[in-house]
């Protein structure tokens, strides 16, 4: 159960072109959601430093020190995320047939 995909459910010969490019669309938005989420930590980083550097109270320079954990945090979960989706999509592509295998249309 462990290593069950979505697709584990069909048979290689069902999958069809349709469903390999819906693992490419998956892996693009694979991709933009990483980049979203190493948009975001960027985004915490600096705020988190231009706070600290323009703050003149005590309660905002702390607000800026957390900030800067916060991004760390959100770089690390979006690629833990990211990679845990790269093995599933990976793992769902391994069940597709090859090209030389798949029957042309005549």
Known sequence: M?????????DKTDLILRDELAIDRTILANERTLLAYLRSAVALLIAGVSIMHFSQGGWFSVFGAGCIPGGILTALI????????HRSISA???????????PRGE
């Open 92 to 102: 769902a592509r391994k069940q597709l047939p090859s090209q030389q295998d798949a």
């Open 78 to 85: 979006g690629l833990l995320r990211f990679r845990k989706m």
């Open 2 to 10: 462990a290593d069950e995909t979505p697709y584990s459910r069909f």
